[in-house]
C-alpha cells in the first residue's frame, strides 16, 4: 500500500554481498537495495530519477567496489528521433497486435519466457527457467507493472514488462520467440514503450543498466537522445551519438 509519509530522507538502504558480476565477468559486484518495506510508487519513481532500477519486490543500483560501469540510461520521450534501422523495426511489425495487461501470471507467458531464457541466455541465472523465479523477478506487490503482449494473429510472439511510474515507463524486461529475431522485437518494445508514454504524456521511458563495454549492452544507446546518469555528479548527462 502507498504511504505518503515515504520520503528519501526516511528510507534505509541495505548492501549486498558480493556475488560475481553477470556483465563484465571478470569482476564482482554488489547492490545498494531500498528498504522493501516501505518502497511505493512515488518513491520508486525519486529512485529512479536517481539511477535505481527494480527486480521483483526489490528496488536497487549498483554500488561496486572500484567499478561504476553500470550507466542507468532515460530516453526522452519528447525529444526521441528514431534512426533508420528503428524505424525499419517499427514498419516490419506494424502487423502485429497490441494488448495491455495487469500483472498476473499466465502459462502462455512463462513458456514464451522459458524457451527465450533457454536460447538468448543459456547458462545464466535464470536458466533453467522456473515459473516461482520468473514470477518473483517480473511482479511486485507495490508496484504498478504491465504486462504488453505482441501478437502476430493468435501467437504471442514478445512480453514486455513494463513499470508505470509517475514521470515515465520503465522498461523492466522484454522476452520474445527467438525464432522471430529478424523482426527485432526488443527494439519493437522500445519503440511501443516510448510511443504509449508520449501518448500518456510521460516524460521519460527508463531502459535500465547500460554498460559500455558489455557487448549486448550495446543497444541501449542507440535510442537517441538519451540521457545516462553519472552518479559522480548525481545528475543525468545528455547524450546524443
Not at 539511477?51 to 525529444?79: K, N, Q
Request: proline content about 6%.
Amino acid at each position: 500500500m502507498s504511504n505518503p509519509h515515504n520520503s528519501l530522507h526516511d528510507l534505509r538502504m541495505f548492501l549486498t554481498t558480493d556475488y560475481p558480476c553477470s556483465y563484465l565477468p571478470s569482476r564482482l559486484a554488489r547492490n545498494l537495495v531500498a528498504d522493501p518495506a516501505v518502497t511505493d510508487t512515488p518513491l520508486y519513481t525519486q529512485l529512479a530519477t536517481l539511477g535505481f532500477r527494480r527486480s521483483g519486490e526489490h528496488v536497487y543500483r549498483p554500488h561496486c567496489r572500484g567499478c561504476m560501469a553500470c550507466r542507468s540510461l532515460r530516453v526522452p520521450t519528447a525529444r526521441f528521433q528514431p534512426n533508420r534501422a528503428q524505424r525499419r523495426v517499427w514498419i516490419r511489425n506494424q502487423d502485429l497486435q497490441t494488448r495491455v495487461l495487469e500483472a498476473e501470471f499466465q502459462d502462455e507467458h512463462f513458456e514464451l519466457f522459458a524457451r527465450y531464457i533457454q536460447a538468448r541466455h543459456s547458462g545464466g541465472g535464470m536458466d533453467p527457467a522456473n515459473p516461482g523465479n520468473y514470477w518473483s523477478f517480473v511482479a511486485s506487490r507495490w508496484c504498478p507493472t504491465w504486462l504488453c503482449e505482441f501478437r502476430h494473429g493468435q501467437t504471442l510472439l514478445a512480453v514486455a514488462v513494463v513499470d508505470r511510474l509517475d514521470d515515465g515507463l520503465s522498461a523492466v524486461y522484454t522476452f520474445f520467440d527467438p525464432l522471430e529475431e529478424v523482426r527485432g522485437l526488443g527494439t519493437f518494445a522500445i519503440l511501443w514503450q516510448i510511443a504509449e508514454a508520449r501518448q500518456l504524456d510521460l516524460d521519460w521511458v527508463y531502459l535500465g543498466y547500460w554498460v559500455e563495454p558489455c557487448v549486448k549492452m550495446t543497444y541501449k544507446a542507440r535510442f537517441n537522445p538519451h540521457e545516462i546518469f553519472v552518479a559522480e555528479r548525481w545528475g543525468w548527462v545528455a547524450v546524443n551519438r
